[in-house]
């Protein structure tokens, strides 16, 4: 039975600790409701661009863990990012794939290839340090405590079913400019 | 008539331009070169690869260095991008999305790869030359021409005015950097 995303959240938001986090797309409306701090930034208007934002925040603070709540069809939009985050190598980097093979957020149209195509392979081809697929909740909540240790960059795919919430069906939460400023000012603070 | 820049000179450019920017904390590395490899700048990725001040990210595309670029903003790292006009046009929703409506400061400098030297840029036979000026135009992108030397004071007076504008600002490279 597919995961449900917002398990996997709700398990993230009490490990967490200082780490910094990246949602996008199906992720953004169970998070903000989890955790409705400013440590985290989500991507928006730009689709793709979560696995990015997260490389730029992991290489400004390498003294912090960044996770990115990544979707298979965002990461396909710029897949080429994992060339790029494998090259910059860091390692404080934590990429988590919310994989469930469809379009959620646009009406759950299949992404190119579906839920055959193997982003475990594709990272480690790229070159991240380490990269493993999850398909059940018990065997992440034993790997949890090593999504915020284990040396980036990390992939994590996780097989997972529809979340209950998207961006069109629960529209709200600050908009990217907020939350870029809410972020920054947390990070300098003092 | 446009002149090619020495690479030697932008570096050094840059260099200052990242110390101002980290002010009494400046420290090495001084900043971030987030760069998609443009034939014109070539000269400059060239000497970047033996620098030790700045450190320089290979990205495989315009949308992914713009949100790099991001990231380090907001980590309070200074960044400057260094693309083609190709990729101003391939990545334009970024630029759009992060740099504008996310009000992030984004400085680019854009080659402009078969820019003829006798011909103005707006009169080029080439649509990737004589559209990059109106594009950046249509989204209100302040914009200058890096033609020679004695412009290289427009990189850093263009890097603080993303800043202040809290948006983008472009140079474009004229000729080919030598």
Known sequence: MAIKPEDILKAIAGARGNAICVPTMTTSPAWRTLAPDDLSVGCSGFMGGASSLGLGLALAMPERRVVVFDGDGSLLMQLGSLATIAGAAPRNLTHLLFKNGVYHTSGSQDIPGGLTVDFVQMAKGAGYRKAYAVTDFDDFKRRLPSLFTDEGPLLVELHTGLADKTPMTDRGGQPFNQQVEGLRQKLHKG | ?178
């Open chain 2, 1 to 178: 008539m446009p002149e090619s820049i020495p690479a030697p000179l932008i570096i050094d450019t840059l260099k200052d331009t990242f110390r101002e920017a980290r002010g009494a904390s400046a420290r090495e590395p001084l900043g971030w070169i987030l760069s998609v490899p443009d034939t014109h700048q070539k000269t400059v990725l060239a000497a970047l690869d033996k620098e030790r001040a700045l450190r320089v990210v290979t990205c495989a595309t315009e949308d992914e260095a713009t949100a790099i670029g991001a990231g380090l903003w907001i980590g309070g790292e200074p960044v400057v991008l260094m693309i083609q006009h190709a990729g101003l046009y391939a990545s334009v929703n970024t630029l759009r999305g992060v740099a504008m409506d996310g009000k992030v400061p984004m400085f680019y400098m854009i080659g402009l790869l078969q820019r003829e030297r006798d011909r103005d840029p707006k009169e080029s036979r080439h649509s990737m030359v004589r559209f990059a000026e109106p594009l950046l135009d249509t989204f209100g992108v302040p914009h200058a021409r890096l033609e020679g030397p004695n412009d290289v004071h427009l990189i850093p007076e263009y890097y603080r005015l993303s800043r202040e504008r809290r948006g983008p600002a472009a140079v474009l490279v004229g000729l080919e950097t030598s």
